[in-house]
């Protein structure tokens, strides 16, 4: 900062012109009201889906996600939305979202590409909640730590957790059963799932 505030009082003015100066201070001052308008806009709006979401019967469900939060709460309620007869399963909704790799094939070839048409917000809440999930659930950060061992970016790595809290997240959703941690840990353990044995044998 010290180094900061002393080239600051070193530097030399860009111009002079009284004209450009004097017009600059008035767009500077219109931008300026422009910004505290729309950050009064949002708050605003904040705190209307605050209280819509609050007063839904399925927020609850979202809710108990871990990590989820009122942002990612309120996204994910509106990307599934209430009407539980529009999606036939959790893959549906995976390829709606994006989240599902397209399989393309031509003659004895075939290679996996990203999905460019979707609902980009649909898209977007599921990657970015997977990744927050990393830091709050203990499955979703061994499972992501896992998918990097194996070579995947960080990018493929949460696309591909996302793709499993999709499945979760439709099934809480279709049976109106709010997320617990450790019944999901206990059905992993009962399957045998290597996720655990992954996760015991690398703790960092």
């Keep these: 900062m010290a180094a900061r505030l002393k080239a600051i009082k070193a ?26 308008l729309a950050i009064c806009a949002l708050k605003e709006f904040d705190q209307q889906i605050a209280e819509l979401c609050s007063s839904h019967d399925d927020y609850q469900l979202f809710a108990s996600l871990p990590g989820s939060g009122s942002v ?27 989240i599902a790799p397209v ?26 909640y997977a990744g927050e999930s990393v830091k709050h659930s203990f499955w979703a ?8 061992g194996k070579g995947k970016s960080h990018q493929a790595a949460v696309r591909a957790l996302a793709f499993k809290w999709i499945r979760i997240i439709y099934r809480c ?16 353990r009962k399957k ?8 015991a044998n690398n703790p960092q």
């Design 11 to 36: 530097s030399m003015p860009l111009t002079e012109d009284e004209a450009v100066i004097s017009s600059s201070v008035v767009m500077i001052k219109t931008l300026a009201r422009q910004m505290k």
């Design 72 to 98: 990612y709460s309120s996204r994910l309620l509106a990307a599934l939305g209430t009407d539980r007869e529009r999606f036939e399963s959790a893959e549906e909704v995976a390829r709606l979202s994006g």
């Design 103 to 128: 399989i393309e094939r031509s003659g004895q070839s075939s290679w996996i590409r990203w999905r460019y048409f979707c609902p980009k917000f649909m898209r977007q809440s599921f990657h970015e």
């Design 141 to 148: 950060r061994a499972y992501y730590k896992m998918q990097r």
């Design 173 to 188: 959703w279709q049976t109106r059963t709010p997320y617990n941690e450790v019944k999901y840990l206990e059905n992993l």
């Design 192 to 199: 045998g799932s290597p996720l655990l044995s992954y996760a």
